[in-house]
């Protein structure tokens, strides 16, 4: 699966609307883009995913460059348990049988958010 | 529902002892997978069951490592001779089903692993 690129780190206040951008430039047709977050002692949990649309849920709004090379998870008025690193990994799914299954993280981006 | 449930929380070892590590999924769920996180390697796929039987383990070391699944409700991750370079936190998701790699995974809270 091709690379992402997001800053290490973020900080914002309660309240705020917080954007997260994520860069894939080599990202290929097949590749879906998904946000997992992660607090400590805990594992993983899934926010979203999209493929070219924008995409919105409980958790939050992507938003996806027409082009495809980057992304922006915006998290809407945060709140402290929204404090966690947030990763942006890109995913290729076909039918062969498990691929596209694995998951692997690098560092992700470290959102602090202050009272 | 529990979600995911892994025992132990921690575990220490000593250099050249065992370590095995427990995980029931979330029931239902068909796909079972093991990954390994560090600082360092960030999060490391190791392998993945599909109702129990083992189809990817591409990410397992080839020795000391191994994994079963016995039955639907659990799976257990085996460490032999373990090394320090084996601490980590080792993680267990499970997925309602994997076929195209589809199904979103669920993350137990992870077993962390100290090899002194």
């Known amino acids: 699966d091709a690379k992402t690129t997001q800053p290490d780190s973020m900080e914002s206040t309660e309240g705020e609307t917080v954007h997260l951008p994520c860069s894939h430039a080599t990202i290929s047709g097949n590749e879906y883009i998904y946000w997992y977050r992660q607090v400590p002692l805990q594992g993983p949990e899934y926010v979203t995913h999209?493929?070219?649309q924008n995409t919105t849920n409980s958790m939050a709004f992507l938003a996806i460059a027409s082009d495809r090379k980057s992304s922006t998870l915006i998290l809407p008025h945060v709140s402290l348990r929204d404090a966690a690193v947030y990763h942006c990994?890109?995913?290729?799914?076909?039918?062969?049988?498990?691929?596209?299954?694995?998951?692997?993280f690098g560092k992700g981006a470290k959102l602090t958010v202050s009272p | 529902n529990a979600g995911v449930i892994q025992t132990p929380r921690h575990k220490v070892t000593g250099k050249g002892q065992e370590a095995t590590l427990w995980c029931e999924p979330i029931s239902g769920h068909s796909a079972v997978f093991w990954y390994r996180q560090t600082i360092v390697q960030g999060l490391e796929f190791l392998t993945y069951?599909?109702?129990?039987?083992?189809?990817?383990d591409s990410g397992m070391p080839k020795e000391r490592f191994s994994a079963q699944m016995p039955n639907q409700s659990h799976s257990t991750l085996k460490i032999q001779s373990t090394q320090p370079q084996d601490s980590a936190v080792y993680l267990c998701?499970?997925?309602?089903?994997?076929?195209?790699?589809?199904?979103?995974?669920?993350f137990g809270p992870g077993t962390r692993l100290t090899v002194l």
């Open positions: 998701a499970s997925s309602l089903d994997s076929w195209g790699g589809y199904a979103e995974q669920f």
């Open positions: 069951f599909r109702n129990q039987a083992p189809i990817d």
């Open positions: 999209g493929l070219q």
């Open positions: 990994i890109l995913r290729v799914f076909c039918l062969q049988q498990g691929t596209g299954s694995k998951l692997s």
